[in-house]
């Protein structure tokens, strides 16, 4: 199947996706279906990982026409937006997760998973290299080897603690739901430990400061949802302690919650003063040891601050047996795998990936943005009238939303300037567009427009479209004509993956929410509280779920958090 650029790019052949898989060897080819032509021979898929890319492409991938295969270290699916609400006892691990073979058995079809973790891709050989973590097998190390026809790498990313000294050993993190078990029983550990008798205020105090590094939305729920805990449920046990707990936030930048509309930042940090939430913004941890969390400021040098609990939320980073395939396939000096907007690895045959651990190569976006224009104004000698230009500018914010993004974001003035030049009749009325003036413009957004966010939303977008295509591939394959390519000569069988953002929430505590939503439209408070209650309830999931999530809120609402430390 060929993925080069310039030719149409075929998506027959075996999709694995990378979850798990069972005892080993070579998996054999599934037999040809009923309702497939004699002598049909179904592709096989590996789908790596269960995460929101993984399970959404398993989801809506037609389970007739392909052999998957499915490896995750983690036989469920886990609902990660609830994971702050499970480090406090607000919702239940259990209601979270969703066991993968109950999804795959609902979706009927040939589905086969194995609990393993993917440690090596061999793309030469089209083979990837797996470990069972249970870790036995014939020979005693738990590995096999799995062939594919397609690959779909959908394993997320690994928290990233910057190589600080100490962060591994002394901080928890956020990411997966033994994470957020971990962190409700240290929080407990800390209460427990500052009751007992023989401690002076010094040490009490000690233990009841809670720290957590990074003020984007899992840092900044997390620190809300800790101190919803204190306030409304562990005060009334610990009434003669709760004066003594501290809860500091600690961010590198000027400001917390960087991503979201000023207005939402603004808010956050005036709400978290007013909760008693001490936000230390311009501050970054270079240290973390056992006892003392050393921070550093241009104005205040160096300083170590005692601790109980740390909790480092500070961004995402690369696992490392995907940095390997990246150096393989000449990607090394990459932060993530690069693929093109058909999600397709670049440089790397039936090879996907999506979610997190993928992004889409900016510079190919800006590429496509320039070859737009030049053939805009191939016959204009420079001089498109104003709503050509907007009309292009359409063309382009629906093939990239993040462009648009970033042109709302004001901070495009090169290119905006060049486009606001026309006025009065925009039908009529010409604007000089230099060229080589919109191509510097360019390369000014080329360094600055932002990757799409590693978030969920992105990854089951991009799960669901791939799906779409695999789908659509035997059709394809009968006819050829998709729609319009961008670039060269001919047409393309797919449309290019495009995201439509569908705004952000940030929990703020106390029953309020910043919500974020499409057109730039904010709305903070109570109301959006009850707007994120609909909109993670209708998100899950399952029935089950939705179920058990919706109980436990009603459940904290009656009787409150449980504060037992299991
Ligand atoms: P994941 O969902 O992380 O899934 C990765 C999968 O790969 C897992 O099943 C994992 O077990 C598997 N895997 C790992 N290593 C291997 C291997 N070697 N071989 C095979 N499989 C492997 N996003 C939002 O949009 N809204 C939110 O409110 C939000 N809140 C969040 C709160 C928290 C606490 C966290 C941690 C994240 C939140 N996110 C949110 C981000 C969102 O969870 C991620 O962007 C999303 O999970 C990415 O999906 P993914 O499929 O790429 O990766």
Same mark, same amino acid.
């Given at each position: 199947?060929?993925?080069?650029?310039?030719?149409?790019?075929?998506?027959?052949?075996?999709?694995?996706?990378?979850?798990?898989?069972?005892?080993?060897?070579?998996?054999?080819?599934?037999?040809?279906?009923?309702?497939?032509?004699?002598?049909? #021979?179904?592709?096989?898929?590996?789908?790596?990982?269960?995460?929101?890319?993984?399970?959404?492409?398993?989801?809506?991938?037609?389970?007739?026409?392909?052999?998957?295969?499915?490896?995750?270290?983690?036989?469920?699916?886990?609902?990660?937006?609830?994971?702050? @609400?499970?480090?406090?006892?607000?919702?239940?691990?259990?209601?979270?997760?969703?066991?993968?073979?109950?999804?795959?058995?609902?979706?009927?079809?040939?589905?086969?998973?194995?609990?393993?973790?993917?440690?090596?891709?061999?793309?030469?050989?089209?083979?990837?290299?797996?470990?069972?973590?249970?870790?036995?097998?014939?020979?005693?190390?738990?590995?096999?080897?799995?062939?594919?026809?397609?690959?779909?790498?959908?394993?997320?990313?690994?928290?990233?603690?910057?190589?600080?000294?100490?962060?591994? =050993?002394?901080?928890?993190?956020?990411?997966? !739901?033994?994470?957020?078990?971990?962190?409700?029983?240290?929080?407990?550990?800390?209460?427990?430990?500052?009751?007992?008798?023989?401690?002076?205020?010094?040490?009490?105090?000690?233990?009841?400061?809670?720290?957590?590094?990074?003020?984007?939305?899992?840092? !900044?729920?997390?620190?809300?949802?800790?101190?919803?805990?204190?306030?409304?449920?562990?005060?009334?046990?610990?009434?003669?302690?709760?004066?003594?707990?501290?809860?500091?936030?600690?961010?590198?930048?000027?400001?917390?919650?960087?991503?979201?509309? #000023?207005?939402?930042?603004?808010?956050? =940090?005036?709400?978290?003063?007013?909760?008693?939430?001490?936000?230390?913004?311009?501050?970054?941890?270079?240290?973390?040891?056992?006892?003392?969390?050393?921070?550093?400021?241009?104005?205040?040098?160096?300083?170590?601050?005692?601790?109980?609990?740390?909790?480092?939320?500070?961004?995402?980073?690369?696992?490392?047996?995907?940095?390997?395939?990246?150096?393989?396939?000449?990607?090394?000096?990459?932060?993530?795998?690069?693929?093109?907007?058909?999600?397709?690895?670049?440089?790397?045959?039936?090879?996907?990936?999506?979610?997190?651990?993928?992004?889409?190569?900016?510079?190919?976006?800006?590429?496509?943005?320039?070859?737009?224009?030049?053939?805009?104004? #191939?016959?204009?000698?420079?001089?498109?009238?104003?709503?050509?230009?907007?009309?292009?500018?359409?063309?382009?914010?629906?093939?990239?939303?993040?462009?648009?993004?970033?042109?709302?974001?004001?901070?495009?003035?090169?290119?905006?300037?060049?486009?606001?030049?026309?006025?009065?009749?925009?039908?009529?009325?010409?604007?000089?567009?230099?060229?080589?003036?919109?191509?510097?413009?360019?390369?000014?957004?080329?360094?600055?427009? #932002?990757?799409?966010?590693?978030?969920?939303?992105?990854?089951?977008?991009?799960?669901?479209?791939?799906?779409?295509?695999?789908?659509?591939?035997?059709?394809?394959?009968?006819?050829?004509?998709?729609?319009?390519?961008?670039?060269?000569?001919?047409?393309?069988?797919?449309?290019?993956?495009?995201?439509?953002?569908?705004?952000?929430?940030?929990?703020?505590?106390?029953?309020?929410?910043?919500?974020?939503?499409?057109?730039?439209?904010?709305?903070?408070?109570?109301?959006?509280?009850?707007?994120?209650? @609909?909109?993670?309830?209708?998100?899950?999931?399952?029935?089950?779920?939705?179920?058990?999530?919706?109980?436990?809120?009603?459940?904290?609402?009656?009787?409150?958090?449980?504060?037992?430390?299991?």
């Amino acid at each position: 199947a060929s993925r080069a650029f310039n030719n149409r790019p075929t998506f027959t052949g075996l999709v694995v996706v990378l979850a798990a898989s069972s005892g080993g060897g070579l998996v054999a080819y599934a037999d040809s279906q009923p309702d497939q032509p004699q002598g049909f #021979k179904k592709k096989k898929v590996v789908v790596l990982g269960t995460g929101w890319a993984g399970t959404t492409f398993l989801r809506n991938l037609d389970s007739k026409l392909y052999d998957v295969q499915v490896i995750s270290p983690r036989n469920y699916f886990a609902f990660t937006p609830l994971l702050p @609400s499970v480090t406090c006892g607000t919702v239940e691990p259990r209601s979270v997760v969703e066991p993968i073979r109950r999804i795959l058995e609902k979706k009927g079809g040939d589905f086969k998973f194995w609990e393993a973790e993917c440690f090596k891709i061999d793309p030469a050989n089209k083979k990837i290299h797996c470990r069972s973590n249970m870790g036995t097998n014939l020979d005693g190390n738990g590995e096999f080897l799995v062939d594919y026809d397609y690959l779909v790498v959908a394993v997320g990313a690994r928290s990233n603690t910057f190589n600080t000294p100490g962060v591994t =050993e002394n901080c928890h993190f956020l990411k997966e !739901v033994e994470d957020a078990q971990k962190i409700r029983r240290s929080v407990m550990d800390c209460f427990e430990k500052a009751s007992l008798p023989y401690l002076n205020e010094e040490e009490r105090k000690k233990n009841l400061h809670f720290v957590v590094v990074g003020g984007g939305p899992t840092g !900044v729920e997390f620190a809300a949802e800790l101190h919803d805990f204190v306030t409304e449920d562990l005060s009334k046990l610990y009434p003669s302690i709760q004066h003594l707990v501290k809860i500091s936030l600690i961010e590198a930048a000027d400001h917390i919650l960087t991503m979201f509309d #000023k207005r939402i930042t603004n808010f956050a =940090e005036d709400k978290f003063g007013r909760d008693g939430i001490d936000v230390k913004t311009g501050y970054k941890v270079v240290k973390v040891s056992k006892d003392a969390i050393t921070m550093q400021n241009p104005a205040t040098g160096d300083i170590a601050v005692p601790y109980g609990m740390a909790v480092w939320s500070t961004g995402i980073g690369t696992r490392p047996f995907v940095v390997d395939f990246m150096k393989q396939i000449g990607q090394a000096n990459r932060r993530v795998l690069a693929t093109d907007e058909w999600l397709r690895v670049r440089e790397c045959d039936d090879v996907y990936a999506v979610g997190d651990c993928a992004t889409i190569n900016q510079r190919r976006v800006m590429e496509d943005i320039s070859e737009i224009f030049r053939v805009a104004d #191939k016959d204009k000698s420079g001089t498109l009238t104003v709503k050509e230009i907007q009309d292009i500018l359409e063309d382009i914010y629906v093939r990239y939303p993040q462009v648009k993004l970033y042109m709302k974001s004001k901070q495009l003035n090169g290119i905006a300037d060049l486009i606001r030049t026309g006025k009065g009749d925009t039908e009529k009325e010409s604007v000089e567009l230099n060229i080589e003036e919109f191509k510097k413009a360019l390369s000014l957004v080329d360094s600055q427009v #932002k990757n799409l966010p590693a978030t969920a939303q992105v990854a089951a977008q991009q799960g669901q479209y791939l799906a779409t295509c695999f789908n659509k591939m035997q059709t394809a394959e009968q006819n050829p004509e998709g729609p319009i390519r961008i670039r060269g000569e001919g047409r393309h069988r797919f449309n290019p993956f495009r995201y439509r953002h569908l705004g952000q929430f940030a929990p703020l505590g106390g029953e309020q929410t910043a919500a974020q939503l499409p057109g730039d439209w904010v709305s903070i408070g109570h109301s959006s509280q009850w707007l994120w209650y @609909s909109v993670y309830a209708t998100k899950q999931i399952s029935w089950r779920t939705r179920a058990l999530v919706i109980s436990d809120w009603g459940r904290r609402f009656i009787f409150g958090r449980d504060s037992s430390g299991i």
